[in-house]
């Protein structure tokens, strides 16, 4: 199993580009069973969890052809959806117990096809992570669903879902996404309220329109959808990774130095730009020749200044970049006080932070982080991929050497962290092989 070496105590310094969203990509990778394509998408990232959901829709029956980036960070794949009817249109607990977003070809194959056998995703590390919101909204379009096995067997009698008037009872990403890509081609209007803003379903709700689809109220939490008879081909670009981007701004927050972030888009960041910001952090925006970009300086031995934090749906602050930013809190002076409240088990990281030498406290979905600490490296191991992110900032931080086990996780999001890093003069290297 591969890990990651870091020696740490050095400023980073340099360019950094920022690749293709992950959780942009995976609901754009679904909605290309929305039509027969073909739907071309540039810009995927080159981490596992593509290539995961790029496998389920294969299994499903479609074509899909890919194109690595020169640099491999990258990929571009054309899905062609066609007559899948013919097959079992089924995903297997094999890949969706890898990936829980596979859940979100459920709705666009009860769209297009009136049926679809989808495995259940089971536990997840970071908390329950339910998908009752996705099913009970499916079945009020008129789908039929049992849970058989472990499976959710649904189908729509008459064979097209029906328009409704819908309040998610929760903000969810992946609901909104699911039930989005569903109205698509459903018989009327369907009025989707309470939807997350996230970015990536702005990117979704782009992506469906260039294939035709009719919505109005992009990047707010109402969405009118109306429902048309077919959806065609189209090519689109995934919009820049926040969640890389913010986790390079806390690598070069924790560690200091001066790094400049190509392809970003500074809107999608500023929650955690803001209480850089505040922490004592420079940060400035400007345009470069590859569109906008963002930069960082934190002088080498100038102080941080701890903040608060608070988790909750976008514009706030993301729960996908908590984990991070409390690496950085481990090296700001003062208590910050961090509340998770998308997930109930997100503290994983803080267990190991510790075991590197950091001072906190979780009572329940509240951490307390007394800092600044020096911390020393130390093997650490982590369970989920925004975790891994953090102990390897706490890494570049850290005197010494640090190992970062188990990095699968890792690479299921960020394709070329260590080389991204290296190039900011991070000494960071894999090792393939060895034990856990
Ligand atoms: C998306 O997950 C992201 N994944 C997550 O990214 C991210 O942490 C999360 O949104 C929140 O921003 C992808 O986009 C692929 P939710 P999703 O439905 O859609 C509860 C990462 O590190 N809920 O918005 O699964 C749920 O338990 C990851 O890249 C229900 O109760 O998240 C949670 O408490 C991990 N019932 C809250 O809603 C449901 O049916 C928000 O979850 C669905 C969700």
Do not use: W
Not at 8 to 36: E, F, T
Not at 158 to 187: I, P, Y
Not at 225 to 238: M, R, S
Not at 378 to 394: E, F, G, K, N, P
């Amino acid at each position: 199993m591969d890990r990651l070496v870091i020696e740490g105590g050095l400023g980073l310094s340099g360019r950094i580009r920022v690749g293709g969203a992950k959780n942009a990509a995976l609901p754009c990778i679904a909605a290309g069973l929305l039509s027969d394509g073909p739907v071309t998408l540039s810009g995927l990232p080159a981490v596992s969890d593509i290539r995961t959901m790029l496998k389920v829709l294969e299994g499903l029956g479609c074509a899909v052809t890919r194109t690595p980036s020169p640099d491999g960070l990258e990929l571009t794949a054309a899905i062609r959806a066609v007559e899948l009817e013919k097959g079992e249109l089924r995903a297997p607990y094999d890949l969706v117990k890898t990936m829980r977003a596979s859940i979100l070809v459920l709705g666009p194959l009860l769209a297009r096809y009136g049926k679809a056998s989808v495995s259940l995703p089971g536990g997840c590390a970071i908390g329950a992570r339910p998908v009752n919101l996705h099913l009970e909204a499916l079945q009020r379009m008129g789908a039929e669903i049992q849970i058989d096995k472990g499976y959710v067997e649904a189908r729509v009698p008459g064979g097209r879902l029906k328009a409704m008037d819908h309040t998610f009872d929760k903000v969810s990403v992946g609901a909104t996404e699911n039930l989005l890509m569903a109205a698509t081609l459903a018989d009327g209007v369907t009025t989707l309220r309470n939807c997350a803003m996230e970015p990536e379903i702005g990117d979704l709700v782009d992506l469906l329109q260039k294939m035709g689809a009719k919505i109005e109220g992009i990047h707010t939490a109402t969405l009118v959808i109306t429902g048309v008879a077919t959806l065609g081909p189209c090519e689109h670009t995934i919009i820049p990774d926040r969640i890389e981007a913010g986790t390079y701004l806390c690598a070069a927050a924790a560690a200091g130095g001066d790094v400049v972030l190509d392809r970003v888009v500074p809107e999608h960041v500023r929650a955690l730009t803001e209480l850089l910001d505040r922490c004592g952090c420079t940060l400035t925006e400007r345009m470069g020749q590859d569109g906008p970009q963002l930069r960082i300086q934190r002088e080498k031995g100038q102080k941080l200044r701890a903040r608060d934090i608070t988790t909750a749906p976008y514009p706030a602050f993301p729960t996908d970049l908590q984990a991070q930013a409390m690496a950085v809190m481990t090296q700001a002076n003062g208590i910050s006080v961090i509340k998770e409240t998308i997930f109930e088990n997100r503290f994983q990281h803080a267990m190991e932070l510790e075991r590197l030498g950091a001072n906190l406290r979780i009572d329940g979905g509240t951490a307390i982080v007394a800092g600044a600490s020096p911390l020393m490296g130390c093997t650490v191991m982590a369970t989920d991929l925004r975790a891994s992110a953090t102990l390897v900032i706490a890494g570049l931080v850290a005197e010494g050497t640090t190992t970062v086990d188990r990095i699968y996780h890792l690479d299921r999001g960020y394709a070329g962290l260590d080389t991204k890093l290296q190039g900011v003069g991070a000494r960071i290297h894999r090792v393939s092989g060895g034990t856990v």
